[in-house]
């Protein structure tokens, strides 16, 4: 089972910052947040990972807390082709990605 | 930019027939993967490959499924007597063995399987 939780769903308005949580209160300490999106019945598509740094690319940025046991997908800008599931995975190494429902995010013009 | 392709892009069959699918993973990628979504669920892993052998499988692959690299390129997976609750989107995924690169994987755009 996946090792996260999301919220079913959100909506955000075209231009403004899309703050998607995850909580993953038994992430141990060699264990990633990753995070991947999947627009309508396309393969996911890897968005961010992180360790325990707050990291940042061309896609989006990723908050997580100090003590690990939450993080925040931020998508600054966002447009109607980020509507999509964003799915939060906490894993480590070459294993397998759990995959849990996802949030499905919204964005409204 | 380099990505993962499949084929078919949608297959249709009759059940109990056999049915290849294929991938061709990034061309410097060492683990390779597959995955698979029924309609409305969620993403559900069925095995990986690394290093010419099966390295993890879930329940659902079982003596139907087998997975083969037969020319270094190709990723294929074969269903031997396909059931109705196989039809669902088949993804192919790969990454790279760099742990400097991360150990995210990159998703072909799937193979519809619908079995009639």
């Known amino acids: 089972d996946a090792k996260t939780t999301q919220p079913t769903s959100m909506d955000c308005a075209e231009g403004r910052a899309a703050n998607l949580p995850c909580n993953h209160s038994?992430?141990?300490?060699?264990?990633?947040v990753y995070w991947y999106r999947q627009i309508h019945s396309q393969g996911p598509q890897y968005i961010i990972h992180?360790?325990?740094n707050n990291e940042t690319n061309e896609m989006a940025s990723l908050i997580i807390t100090e003590d690990r046991k939450s993080s925040t997908l931020i998508l600054p800008h966002a447009t109607l082709r980020d509507t999509a599931v964003y799915y939060c995975?906490?894993?480590?190494?070459?294993?397998?990605?759990?995959f849990g429902q996802g949030t499905r995010l919204t964005i409204n013009p | 930019e380099p990505e993962v392709t499949q084929t078919p892009s949608h297959q249709v069959t009759q059940m109990g027939q056999e049915v290849i699918l294929r991938c061709v993973p990034i061309?410097?990628?060492?683990?390779f993967y597959w995955y698979r979504q029924i309609l409305g669920q969620k993403v559900e892993f069925l095995v990986s490959f690394y290093n010419n052998e099966i390295s993890e499988k879930s329940e659902i692959f079982d003596d139907q499924f087998s997975v083969e690299r037969p020319d270094g390129s190709n990723f294929t997976l074969k269903i031997r007597s396909t059931k109705l609750e196989d039809s669902a989107m088949y993804f192919c995924a790969s990454r790279t063995r760099a742990t400097w690169a991360g150990f995210e994987q990159f998703f072909g755009p799937g193979t519809r399987l619908t079995v009639l």
């Open positions: 995975i906490v894993h480590q190494g070459a294993q397998k990605l759990v």
């Open positions: 061309s410097n990628h060492l683990y």
């Open positions: 038994t992430i141990s300490g060699n264990e990633y």
């Open positions: 992180g360790l325990k």
